[in-house]
């Protein structure tokens, strides 16, 4: 299974920006599907979580911000993030996993590349 994933970039504090996550090999429609951001020197967290059947989970910080979502037609899942702030500053990370939806990362199987996601004041 891979996992790719893309959309970071520099922007502005109060901006929105959508990352993607393409998964090939698998069966996309079985996995529970996350995002975690990590920041230099910590653990990586948990942002978002939605399971096989479209159920969402969200960390305190993220909701009323974010919302995931999925296409199991299209084996994608995106983080759609808005009123962004500097603090969400991050290496955005997609991840999945087979068996059980979890907010630690340690539970995931499989991971995406990341990509940097800058908030600037």
């Known amino acids: 299974v891979q996992l790719q994933a893309s959309g970071g970039g520099l922007v502005l504090a109060g901006d929105s920006l959508t990352l993607t996550c393409s998964v090939s090999?698998?069966?996309?429609?079985?996995?529970?599907m996350a995002w975690f951001r990590q920041t230099p020197g910590s653990e990586r967290k948990f942002v978002a979580a939605i399971s096989w059947g479209g159920t969402t989970y969200y960390a305190d910080s993220a909701k009323g911000r974010f919302a995931i979502s999925r296409d199991n037609a299209q084996n994608t899942v995106w983080l759609q993030m808005n009123s962004l702030k500097p603090e969400d500053t991050a290496v955005y990370y997609c991840a999945a996993d087979g068996t059980l939806i979890s907010y630690n990362s340690k539970d995931y199987d499989y991971w995406g590349q990341g990509t940097q996601v800058t908030v600037s004041s």
């Open positions: 090999g698998g069966s996309f429609r079985d996995y529970q």
